[in-house]
């Protein structure tokens, strides 16, 4: 982790920030400091066959079924899927959230780091199925995530908390949807030998058109 995720954790131009304000960096170092020992990291998967795909369906084996365009489009070409939920517990959350009605700036600053470690901690964990799919002379799609077009939050969530025993992270889910805690991201990666180039994450992001991190992520 360095000031540049904190600082784009908390949806803020790194350069801009470090052009006009020291002291905002000084505060994410200081998160950095302070707050990653609260970080508690967990990944929770499965990785399950792909029986069938039919247009928007996708049945995997035992009968479970992921659903939705976004799915159809990536998972036509898969053997596999790999179901992921990702965390990095509570502690951090709660902190942040203890902080800020006395330390508005620290507080954001630690929320920032939280946004941070959950994503860098889920590139981590896609990083590893690509390794292993390396490995085995196959390849991934990119990360499919509830949320994005083609597969509603209220219709992904559903699905990916009834193949995963959330509870075993400490991990729930509320009836809007929402994770808790909020540090938490879930996905699923197709797995399989000829996975069709389908651009990036980004390219199937609501916000695509007004991100200001696209070349970030790129």
């Given at each position: 982790m360095d000031t540049d995720a904190v600082l784009r954790g908390q949806?803020?131009?790194?350069?801009?920030?470090r052009s006009r304000s020291v002291d905002l960096v000084l505060i994410a170092k200081r998160a950095i400091r302070e707050g990653s020992p609260l970080i508690r990291?967990?990944?929770?998967?499965?990785?399950?066959?792909?029986?069938?795909v039919a247009h928007?369906?996708?049945?995997?084996?035992?009968?479970?079924?992921?659903?939705?365009?976004?799915?159809?489009?990536?998972?036509a070409q898969a053997s596999e899927a790999a179901v992921l939920l990702c965390t990095i517990g509570e502690d951090l959350e709660q902190r942040a959230s203890e902080t800020m009605p006395c330390d508005l700036a620290f507080g954001l600053a630690l929320d920032g780091l939280g946004s941070a470690a959950v994503e860098a901690l889920a590139n981590a964990a896609c990083r590893r199925f690509e390794d292993e799919a390396d490995l085995a002379a196959l390849q991934t799609s990119i990360?499919?995530?509830?949320?994005?077009?083609?597969?509603?939050?209220?219709?992904?969530?559903?699905?990916?908390?009834?193949?995963?025993?959330?509870?075993?992270?400490g991990v729930r889910l509320s009836p809007s949807w929402v994770m808790f805690p909020r540090k938490s991201l879930s996905m699923v990666l197709g797995i399989g030998t000829m996975m069709a180039e389908a651009g990036k994450a980004c390219d199937f992001c609501a916000l695509r058109d007004t991100c200001h991190y696209r070349d970030h992520y790129a």
């Open positions: 949806g803020a131009d790194p350069a801009v920030v990291p967990k990944v929770l998967f499965r990785r399950l066959a792909l029986e069938r928007e369906r996708v049945t995997l084996e035992g009968g479970a079924i992921l659903q939705g365009r976004l799915l159809g489009q990536h998972l990360p499919l995530s509830p949320g994005m077009m083609g597969w509603p939050v209220d219709q992904g969530q559903s699905q990916i908390f009834s193949l995963l025993k959330a509870e075993e992270i």
